[in-house]
């Protein structure tokens, strides 16, 4: 054997022992792992084992409940995973694939949503793969990806830290909107803190526990006022402001044309609140050359 066959044949096995390595992350475990890739979990265990030789690092921390990550692994797992996206996505150009993507995805999404232009590309997708079927469940509360059987969650607001995948799709804008008639009955305010004895109506699944209002230069953040009404449907919310129940913060879309109309009207309008991003929330072990992942990239594609 040459030198050269004998470095690629050390090479080709540390990108295999790497590759072993992120899937056992992504699964959680040495076994299902092992499922996954049809191997053994000892076979699995041993090429983790090797890396870690070679390395001459821990890559990982093991007890009979779960895997965790230490530092030097997280920074291999980062590059393992632009590895295997890079051979994937070089796999998929060059074998030219012309089939179109196909299968059932069940989706659940945030019922404020439904009149965004995320259901604009949703729409656009299952135009555009016909082989594609969507189930879409529309909740204010939020349900549970792993649990409640769903491949992708459409999340807004921060996201919790977790195994799960996630991108970002869009910014939500946002405004402090009240009826025309009820902001004639109080006092013109002229900072958000002339606005604590106010009728506040609240979203209850977002929950924020702080607002955070920008002028210009000025920031102000102030605890949130407590509400009068609490609802868990961001078209409630939307339709008691219009009834002239309080005022609140609402996305731009549901706002707009009452508000070209006059019969909603800018609370402060000098004073911006700061938007809501929406994510993409998946299981890490999707397969990345999925469908789950087609559906992501194109929502996240604005072009």
């Not at 044949?9 to 890739?37: C, E, N, P, Y």
């Not at 939307?238 to 909603?264: H, K, M, N, V, W």
């Not at 009207?265 to 999707?286: E, I």
Request: glycine share 4%; with cysteine.
């Amino acid at each position: 054997m040459n030198f050269t066959v004998w470095i690629i044949d050390i090479m080709m096995d540390q990108l295999r022992q790497i590759a072993i390595f992120a899937k056992t992350v992504d699964h959680g475990s040495f076994r299902a792992a092992a499922k996954a890739l049809r191997l053994s979990p000892s076979v699995v265990s041993h090429h983790v084992t090797q890396l870690e030789q070679k390395l001459g690092t821990a890559l990982m921390y093991r007890s009979t409940r779960k895997l965790s990550l230490t530092p030097d692994g997280e920074r291999l797992l980062a590059a393992a995973r632009i590895m295997i996206d890079a051979a994937e996505t070089g796999l998929r150009d060059v074998s030219n694939q012309t089939e179109q993507p196909s299968g059932f995805i069940r989706v659940t999404v945030p019922a404020a949503l439904s009149q965004s232009k995320l259901l604009d590309r949703i729409a656009s997708f299952v135009t555009g793969f016909p082989n594609v079927r969507l189930s879409l469940d529309f909740s204010d509360d939020r349900r549970e990806l792993i649990s409640d059987g769903f491949d992708i969650a459409i999340r807004m607001g921060a996201l919790a830290d977790s195994s799960l995948m996630a991108r970002k799709l869009f910014d939500v804008r946002r405004r402090l909107v009240a009826a025309t008639a009820y902001c004639e009955s109080r006092p013109k305010p002229k900072t958000p803190k002339d606005l604590s004895d106010w009728d506040w109506i609240e979203l209850a699944p977002v929950g924020h526990k702080k607002h955070e209002f920008r002028n210009g230069t000025k920031r102000v953040v102030m605890s949130k006022f407590e509400s009068r009404i609490s609802v868990n449907d961001a078209h409630a919310l939307y339709r008691l402001t219009c009834q002239e129940a309080g005022l609140a913060i609402i996305p731009d879309f549901l706002t707009e044309s009452d508000i070209t109309a006059g019969t909603l009207q800018s609370v402060l309008p000098k004073w911006a609140v700061a938007p809501v991003g929406v994510y993409a929330v998946w299981p890490a072990n999707a397969p990345r050359d999925g469908l789950v992942k087609n559906f992501v990239e194109f929502l996240a594609d604005d072009s």
